[in-house]
């Protein structure tokens, strides 16, 4: 299978603990992106990797929340004392970056992460 | 700021019963608009990139088509397999996503 998987797909911890998931892009796809998806909203975006380089954080993303993508394979995002609103599906999606005329820069989701904080 | 919007936000069809739903957006440069379906506890699955308006794409059941200020999603004669919530996104480097269109065909 040569899809986005991510890893775990589920997780549930208590408030105040750390967590934190990983995400393997499909294989030399350069782009890689986090978004967070709410019962009942569509994903929103959190973060994206061009290679090992962070590009870009959304203001969601608060100092609890850290994202890493190390030789620009695989990215890990971790959340550090978690809260009850931190609970939702946390999603990643590779893209091959490359954009212009008709070329597209599809991003291909993975299973999701569904993280519940009690 | 990139925005979206989604309607119906459910939508429940008998089998055979076409319908279309909408995504309405705003953005300061439209470099794609996307369809992805999603089904219930998984990641969005790619379905659609449209880039003009003017621009129809189908596959299977579903036609897209593409204004300048808003696309449609058209399913037709759908069975109970197409029953998914419908995202609409448009693409600046990320994507800025609709809350969706939950369809549900009844057979």
């Known amino acids: 299978d040569t899809g986005v998987s991510q890893d775990p797909r589920h997780k549930i911890t208590k408030r105040g603990q750390n967590v934190t998931f990983r995400c393997d892009p499909i294989?030399?796809?350069?782009?890689l992106y986090w978004y967070r998806q709410t019962l009942g909203q569509g994903p929103e975006f959190l973060t994206y990797f061009q290679n090992e380089a962070q590009l870009e954080k959304s203001r969601l993303l608060s100092d609890r929340f850290s994202a890493e993508r190390p030789k620009g394979s695989f990215s890990t995002l971790e959340i550090q004392r978690t809260e009850q609103g931190d609970s939702a599906m946390y999603l990643c999606?590779?893209?091959?970056?490359?954009?212009?005329?008709?070329?597209?820069?599809?991003?291909?989701f993975g299973p999701g992460t569904r993280l519940t904080v009690l | 700021e990139d925005q979206v919007t989604q309607s119906p936000e459910a939508l429940r069809l008998q089998e055979g019963e076409s319908s279309s739903l909408n995504c309405s957006y705003t953005v300061s440069g439209l470099r794609g608009l996307f369809w992805y379906r999603q089904d219930p506890g998984k990641g969005p699955e790619f379905l659609f990139t449209?880039?003009?308006a003017g621009e129809e794409k189908e596959k299977e059941r579903l036609k897209a088509t593409l204004t300048k200020k808003e696309s449609f999603l058209h399913i037709t004669a759908p069975k109970p397999e197409d029953s998914a919530t419908y995202l609409c996104?448009?693409?600046?480097?990320?994507?800025?996503f609709g809350a969706g269109t939950t369809v549900t065909v009844r057979a």
């Open positions: 996104a448009v693409q600046d480097y990320k994507l800025s």
């Open positions: 999606a590779s893209s091959s970056g490359m954009t212009g005329g008709s070329s597209t820069d599809t991003q291909y």
């Open positions: 294989s030399e796809h350069n782009r």
């Open positions: 449209l880039y003009s």
